[in-house]
């Protein structure tokens, strides 16, 4: 009797172990989200600024990454951006490409070759280091109208951020904005026309260089256009990529202005709080948080929780070769956790998408 009892047990254990494996679920859509220059001492400046409730903290799965380029202790966006979009290191300045400048197969266009939708949004110039790295390949990230070109080259569906004058102001005198259009894309330059905007193929260039900051008018562009990329995207059957960077945490690092720093990156957590609501409801979005590098070494030096007050001061203008923190949440999130290499999380992306 003892013996059959054993058996009974050993047989529900394997059923119900058996029965967890099933029902683990790989995610259908990926939103790789990048605070620039945005380490620990930042997400804390911002948990205190908003009287502890930040989205961040919803995620339980946590994990720290090494950010150190092919040439250098400390990388830069270019670099990073780089390592995270293809798995391999590369040179600080180089979009896309290795260090003898060798083009990369991105996450984005193997998204995209696999009809697996795709989009950027950024608080930049979506020619910018970051963006640039998904989408370009370049040896040189100054190089914006020649990145510009590259936008031509994938059919990614939907890209938000400044730029404009780089595809239509440009040195050789095309005009990529006629280009685009002839691509089917919709041509959209004003935030509400973003907002109302039916088409399924968008190129936002909202401004003509670079976005102000929160506090001087960009307001909540970052959720209205984060939103609207996943209002497009959603509507591939086969799941889809979107990168959102926030990109100027590190600017304020750069500035070594506190205040900058603090409002960009609760108003980064507002966004995540919005894509975290998104991947609630649905159910197959695996959503990671994470910096490309740590900006101004920045240190929080006073502050109270209660009235949402924070002092923080930096030890350079530049950026530091600090690890930097990575958050996920969704089907997959337990992916993401320990201390690995930025290179890692390309490869991460690839095997939890099957391609």
């Not at 070594?256 to 603090?262: G, N, R």
Request: charged letters at 25%; glycine letters at 8%; one cysteine or more.
């Amino acid at each position: 009797m003892k013996i059959k009892l054993l058996l009974a047990i050993i047989s529900i254990s394997l059923l119900i172990t058996c029965s967890s494996k099933t029902e683990t679920k790989t995610p259908k859509n990926i939103i790789f989200l990048i605070g620039d220059g945005m380490g620990v001492s930042q997400v804390y400046a911002a948990l205190t600024a908003k009287k502890d409730n930040l989205n961040i903290a919803q995620c339980k799965h946590i994990g720290f990454i090494k950010t150190s380029a092919a040439d250098n202790y400390i990388t830069d966006s270019a670099a990073s951006g780089t390592a995270y979009a293809t798995g391999k290191k590369t040179k600080n300045g180089y979009v896309g490409v290795d260090s003898q400048g060798k083009k990369l197969p991105t996450i984005l266009e193997i998204a995209e070759k696999n009809n697996i939708a795709t989009g950027l949004v950024a608080t930049s110039a979506i020619t910018h280091a970051t963006p640039a790295s998904f989408i370009a390949h370049n040896p040189d990230r100054g190089k914006y109208e020649e990145i510009a070109m590259d936008f031509l080259k994938t059919d990614i569906d939907i890209f938000v951020g400044g730029g404009r004058k780089y595809f239509e102001e440009r040195e050789d005198s095309l005009n990529l904005i006629d280009s685009l259009r002839a691509r089917d894309y919709s041509i959209i330059s004003d935030l509400n026309e973003l907002k109302y905007s039916n088409s399924k193929k968008i190129a936002a260039l909202i401004y003509n260089e670079h976005p102000p900051k929160f506090s001087e008018g960009r307001a909540n562009m970052l959720e209205m256009a984060s939103k609207k990329a996943i209002e497009v995207l959603s509507q591939n059957e086969k799941g889809f990529f979107l990168m959102i960077e926030s990109s100027q945490i590190d600017w304020g690092g750069h500035d070594k202005d506190s205040k900058y720093v603090v409002e960009e990156t609760v108003d980064f957590d507002n966004v995540v709080g919005q894509i975290l609501d998104f991947a609630k409801k649905d159910g197959e979005t695996l959503v990671v948080i994470t910096a490309d590098h740590e900006c101004g070494g920045y240190a929080i030096t006073g502050g109270d929780i209660s009235t949402g007050k924070v002092e923080g001061k930096f030890c350079t203008d530049g950026h530091t070769a600090t690890m930097v923190p990575v958050f996920a949440y969704g089907p997959g999130a337990e992916n993401f956790m320990g201390i690995f290499d930025n290179t890692e999380i390309f490869h991460k992306f690839k095997k939890i998408f099957g391609i």
